[in-house]
């Protein structure tokens, strides 16, 4: 997702006590930050949090961090937890790379990727968060019996998605390439920003739910 530079986004991120701001600090002490013994869930790549909103308010139970990469799109789900504060849901401004720098084995509890972007060029593989070379990384933060689920509706990363799971080692629980036609899948469905916009236009949703 890109926004048009939001003026003062950087410096209003830097400001916000919704957001953590030395991350690699927290690295092995998250629930401290929580205040509590919670599980610890992550969605990568969030972009306005509208889906992790939604999850937080309904799910008290467990914490959420929200991870984004550009400060003009945070700021959105900054906006929104001014208006109305879950205790539960905390955001990272960083890049997905830095993933294990972060959080410590076993820390995350379960990472949600929605709507990935695609980097359809070949030499540009390893940038598509569930490439192989991530889920190296997922599996450095993951606890044993994390899940790690991902929904988009583009045929060709998801089929990419599929291949590398295989190959990575990982074990798929639920696989679908339509969810929202999928009786099993889609009970309790949170939808994304883009899962609105691209199944108003008529594209069906691909979703799995992989372990290892
Ligand atoms: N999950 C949201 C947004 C999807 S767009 C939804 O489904 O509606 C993908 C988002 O991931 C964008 O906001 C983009 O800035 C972010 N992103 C892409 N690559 C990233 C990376 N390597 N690290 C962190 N965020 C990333």
Redesign the pocket.
């Known amino acids: ?1 890109r926004l048009r530079n939001v003026t003062g986004s950087r410096e209003k991120i830097a400001e916000s006590r919704f957001v953590v701001q030395e991350p690699r600090e927290r690295k092995g002490r998250w629930k401290e930050l929580f205040q509590n013994d919670n599980p610890v869930r992550i ?5 306005k949090g509208k ?1 992790l909103y939604t999850l937080a308010a309904a799910n008290p139970d467990i914490n959420y961090i929200g ?4 400060s003009s ?1 945070l700021l959105r789900a900054v906006q929104k937890m001014e208006e109305a504060e879950l205790p539960n849901l905390k955001f990272i401004r960083m ?3 830095e993933l294990t720098e972060v959080f410590d084995r076993g820390e995350v509890e379960r990472i949600y990727l ?4 695609p980097w359809p060029k070949d030499r540009h593989a390893g940038r598509r ?1 569930p490439s192989a070379r991530f889920l190296e990384r997922y599996d450095a933060v993951l606890a044993p019996e994390g899940r790690l689920e991902f929904k988009t509706d583009n045929r060709q990363l998801f089929d990419f998605a599929v291949e590398e799971l295989e190959k990575a080692g990982w074990k798929t629980e639920a696989v679908t390439y339509d969810l929202h036609h999928d009786d099993a899948l889609r009970a309790g469905n949170i939808m ?4 609105e916009r691209f199944s108003a236009m008529g594209n069906p949703i691909c979703k799995y739910i992989i372990y290892r």
């Open positions: 997702m969605e990568i790549g969030m972009g889906f991870i984004e990469k550009y799109v890049e997905a790379e929605n709507f990935s972007d968060l994304t920003e883009y899962e």
